[in-house]
Nanobody, 124 residues
Framework: QTQLEESGGGSVEAGESLRLSCVAS????????RAWFRQAPGKEREWVAY???????NYAASVKDRFVLSKRNGGTTLYLQMNALNPDDSAMYYC??????????????????WGQGTQVTVSS
C-alpha cells in the first residue's frame, strides 16, 4: 500500500511564493510517473507538473517558468516551488503517483495513488 501526504499550502497574496511537499510512504517502488495536480471549485482536475521515470520534468503552460518541481529521497518526496502566484492558481493541490509511464496528455486517469490535497489560496 502506498500513502501520499501533501503539505505546505496556505493563503498568500498575489506575487508571493509557496512550496508544497508530498511525502510517500509504504510501497514506493515502480512509480514511473509522479505528478502534481490541482482542482479549483467547479473546475476539472488538471495536471500542473510531472516527473517521469527517467527524471524528465514537464510543466503545464499556465505554470511554466513560475513553478519548479523537484524531488529527493529517491523520489519519495516531491516538492512544488510556486513563485509569482496569482489568484488563478488558487486550488486544492494534489500529488499523485502512477505505476505507468507518463504519457501526455496527462490526466488523472491512470494514477494509482493520491494524497488528500493541500489548499492554496491566492488573493489579489
Amino acid at each position: 500500500q502506498t500513502q501520499l501526504e501533501e503539505s505546505g499550502g496556505g493563503s498568500v497574496e498575489a506575487g508571493e511564493s509557496l512550496r508544497l511537499s508530498c511525502v510517500a510512504s509504504g510501497y514506493t517502488y515502480s512509480m514511473y510517473c509522479r505528478a502534481w495536480f490541482r482542482q479549483a471549485p467547479g473546475k476539472e482536475r488538471e495536471w500542473v507538473a510531472y516527473i517521469d521515470g527517467d527524471g524528465k520534468i514537464n510543466y503545464a503552460a499556465s505554470v511554466k517558468d513560475r513553478f519548479v518541481l523537484s524531488k529527493r529521497n529517491g523520489g519519495t518526496t516531491l516538492y512544488l516551488q510556486m513563485n509569482a502566484l496569482n489568484p488563478d492558481d488558487s486550488a486544492m493541490y494534489y500529488c499523485a503517483f502512477s505505476h505507468r509511464y507518463c504519457e501526455e496528455p496527462i490526466t488523472s486517469v491512470g494514477f494509482n495513488y493520491w494524497g488528500q490535497g493541500t489548499q492554496v489560496t491566492v488573493s489579489s
